[in-house]
């Protein structure tokens, strides 16, 4: 795919970008290419290709019917995880294979698919960067034949699924491959195409699989032991790293942003400065407390700000007995209600802050209460 694909072009204009050797084919399923040279689908046959797919449903290639019995084959990339289908009648006559270990998108991959003409799952072996892919037997029915006078679509799985992603150096052998050389085809690529970047455009991956395979094929036992160490000891950091939690979190800008009044709500027109700053109304600014989101909480919990635990519990009484001392739970305000019990409220406000805001407390104070404990059931001597 060095600029050029050697097949009859379909839809938008082709598009090329750098890929394991020279430049590969980019795709967005508006394009394809169609080959129609010999390629004989009945006897041993493999193909081979490096992909990058960008979306989690694509086609790779394909080389079938689009309709009828849907003769032929095809390779669809989804959700990480390849099906492989020979077909010579859909669903009643065909293999269908899915490769079970899913591997990462927005990443080169090196796919084989090996048949050995026999007609059966077990004769079909993929390869996913050079190492044997274990696979899910779907379907293992096919007796018929799969040629078809279809050409081979590449980026495409008929008319309708198109691919997503690059592909590049695409083969095609008319017999099967060993697991031997699967490896040696995904090593031999791989590392020319490395080599033949000047070092400096070269990618830490590129930089670290190189080093990693001339290691482990020229170097002392020494090294290449050493190397082994260094390498296991990266991953079980790396599993500790992953199993640690994390959690979000926020730092204050050292200077802070300017915030302005909008004039008419245009964000180009631009009014007076404003600070931080709370409603006077209900109470003062702690005097030591920064004007950020640190002052803030302490203001919205300080002693000096009743409002707070009085909201609080109120929620937690509504919770026990189906409605709050304030039956306006959501406002406080002039225009909500006024507590039915307003000294009540306020003791329970003040308990709940002397005993550090803890809620499991406050909610077994209610619920141990006599109050709480009265049974609901109606009684003529009980007006």
Not at 12 to 30: E, M, N, P, R, Y
Not at 33 to 61: H, K, P, Q, R
Not at 170 to 181: D, G, M, N
Not at 307 to 332: H, I, K, P, S, Y
Request: net charge neutral; charged share 25%; glycine share 8%.
């Amino acid at each position: 795919f060095d600029g050029q694909i050697d097949a009859k072009h379909f839809g938008t204009s082709d598009v090329f970008q750098d890929g394991i050797l020279g430049q590969s084919a980019k795709f967005d399923a508006t394009q394809h290419a169609e080959w129609t040279g010999a390629f004989d689908t009945d006897a041993a046959w493999t193909v081979g290709l490096w992909l990058m797919a960008d979306t989690s449903l694509s086609g790779v290639f394909s080389k079938i019917e689009p309709e009828g019995r849907r003769r032929g084959f095809e390779v669809i990339w989804q959700k990480g995880r390849f099906q492989i289908n020979l077909v010579s009648k859909w669903g009643t006559d065909a293999i269908e294979l899915v490769t079970q270990e899913p591997v990462t998108s927005k990443k080169w991959h090196h796919l084989v698919v090996s048949h050995d003409g026999t007609r059966r799952a077990e004769g079909v072996r993929v390869f996913i960067d050079g190492q044997p892919a274990a696979t899910k037997t779907m379907n293992d029915t096919l007796k018929g034949p799969t040629a078809c006078s279809e050409p081979l679509r590449i980026g495409r799985r008929d008319a309708n699924l198109g691919f997503y992603g690059q592909l590049d150096e695409l083969r095609l052998l008319q017999r099967p491959v060993t697991a031997q050389e699967a490896e040696s085809w995904f090593w031999s690529e791989r590392l020319r195409g490395i080599a033949a970047k000047p070092a400096a455009k070269r990618s830490t991956v590129d930089t670290t699989l190189l080093q990693d395979w001339f290691v482990e094929h020229h170097a002392n036992p020494q090294t290449l032991t050493a190397h082994k160490r260094v390498r296991e000891s990266k991953a079980a950091e790396a599993r500790l790293r992953e199993s640690i939690p994390t959690t979000l979190v926020m730092q204050e800008m050292a200077s802070p942003r300017k915030t302005h009044l909008l004039t008419r709500g245009q964000y180009d027109h631009t009014a007076e400065e404003v600070q931080p700053g709370v409603p006077a109304s209900l109470s003062m600014w702690p005097a030591d407390a920064t004007p950020n989101r640190l002052g803030f909480a302490k203001w919205l919990v300080s002693k000096e700000n009743p409002l707070t635990a009085r909201v609080a519990v109120n929620r937690l009484w509504m919770q026990c007995f189906g409605e709050g001392l304030v039956r306006t739970v959501n406002d406080f305000g002039s225009q909500g209600e006024a507590p039915s019990h307003p000294e009540l409220l306020d003791w329970l406000a003040v308990r709940f802050m002397q005993s550090g805001w803890d809620v499991k407390a406050m909610l077994k104070l209610m619920v141990m209460s006599a109050t709480y404990r009265q049974s609901s059931q109606y009684s003529a001597r009980d007006p």
